[in-house]
């Protein structure tokens, strides 16, 4: 198991920009695909972005080009930068890890097992 902690979030206005991230510890945290999903209010959870131990990403089509998943290994930390933000984007976001030796990217929820309290993201109109 690894233990997830998000900072980050914020109140935004639209156009702008917000870097979340995402601090692991726990396990060998290279092990992990690192995922980033977001709920707003009244909806499902869905899938944002994951990234690969050697920086393969996946976005999901709402967010490409606007967003960029990357991560530190050495620092054992994700992050989300989240540009052109609209009101849309507002949710709270949580990061999740999935252990994958294979490193397969997978957007399912219930995929990833661990997962962070996530972090307010706002953006006013």
């Known amino acids: 198991q690894v233990q997830l902690i998000e900072s980050g979030g914020g109140l935004v206005q639209a156009g702008g920009s917000l870097r979340l991230s995402c601090a692991a510890s726990g396990r060998t945290f290279s092990n992990y695909v690192m995922a980033w999903f977001r709920q707003a209010p009244g909806r499902e959870r869905e899938f944002v972005a994951a990234i690969t131990r050697s920086g393969r990403t996946y976005y999901a089509d709402s967010v490409k080009g606007r967003f960029t998943i990357s991560r530190d290994n050495a620092k054992n930390t994700v992050y989300l930068q989240m540009n052109s933000l609209n009101p849309v984007d507002t949710a709270v976001y949580y990061c999740?890890?999935?252990?994958?030796?294979?490193?397969?990217?997978?957007?399912?929820?219930?995929?990833?097992?661990?997962w962070g309290q996530g972090t307010q993201v706002t953006v006013s109109s």
């Open positions: 999740a890890a999935r252990l994958s030796i294979s490193q397969r990217i997978v957007t399912g929820r219930e995929e990833y097992a661990d």
